[in-house]
């Protein structure tokens, strides 16, 4: 059975300052997703990432993925108020089911 | 249209009452999927469709019954539903299924 797991699992940071989620999941798996939770609001897609090696980058975020490690990290680039929210992982398992993390709370101080 | 739109936002039902749940996506999209999030959670899949045929059902109690009339639209029936069903019902679509999945705004749902 698939397990995604992320941390860390909270997160208070200073505007300005540099840091990394990761998600780390337990068999092999083709995608992987991040996406982005409001407080009250749904889920934005941010990145799907398809293979080895892949690097996609949008504003101050940027995702990686590792299948040999089966591992990924989102990275914050001199982080700002606005990026504070709720960060998800997500892998497919290979049973067309999709398995989120249990999610990153990001909480980017003035 | 990059949307996908649920209907209701807010719900509030007792414990006897019947209602239904709507999604609908003009993306061409031929997967649909219902989620349920509780609070400070990530979200719990429910039921996939592919090409308006049921393929996953995560052991979902039958007082969750979803329908999908046509490759647009996505309905969750719900019948005597407990106070624990709770939660922030998210439907979401994808072109096939294990693509990018695009999420509606979601349906609070109160059980009173």
């Known amino acids: 059975e698939l397990k995604v797991e992320q941390n860390p699992l909270f997160l208070s940071m200073q505007e300005g300052k540099n840091y990394t989620i990761y998600c780390n999941y337990s068999?092999?798996?083709?995608?992987l997703y991040w996406y982005r939770q409001d407080p009250g609001k749904s889920l934005e897609s941010l990145f799907v990432l398809l293979s080895n090696g892949a690097v996609k980058q949008e504003g101050r975020l940027m995702a990686s993925l590792d299948t040999k490690a089966r591992l990924s990290t989102l990275h914050i680039t001199a982080a700002v108020h606005d990026l504070s929210a709720t960060y998800f992982c997500a892998v497919d398992d290979q049973d067309d089911k999709i398995i989120f993390g249990k999610g990153t709370r990001l909480h980017i101080l003035p | 249209d990059t949307e996908v739109t649920q209907t209701p936002k807010h719900l509030v039902m007792g414990m006897t009452n019947k209602k239904s749940l709507k999604c609908e996506q003009h993306m061409g999209h031929r997967a649909m999927y219902w989620y349920k999030q509780k609070a400070k959670k990530p979200p719990e899949l429910m039921f996939v469709?592919?090409?308006?045929?049921?393929?996953i059902n995560e052991s979902v109690p039958s007082r969750f019954s979803p329908e999908c009339p046509n490759s647009s639209l996505l309905n969750l029936h719900l019948h005597a539903l407990q106070p624990e069903d709770s939660a922030l019902y998210l439907c979401?679509?994808?072109?096939?299924?294990?693509?990018?999945?695009?999420f509606g705004q979601g349906t609070r749902l109160t059980v009173v």
């Open positions: 469709y592919s090409y308006e045929k049921l393929s």
């Open positions: 068999t092999t798996s083709d995608r």
């Open positions: 979401a679509s994808s072109r096939g299924i294990l693509t990018e999945a695009f």
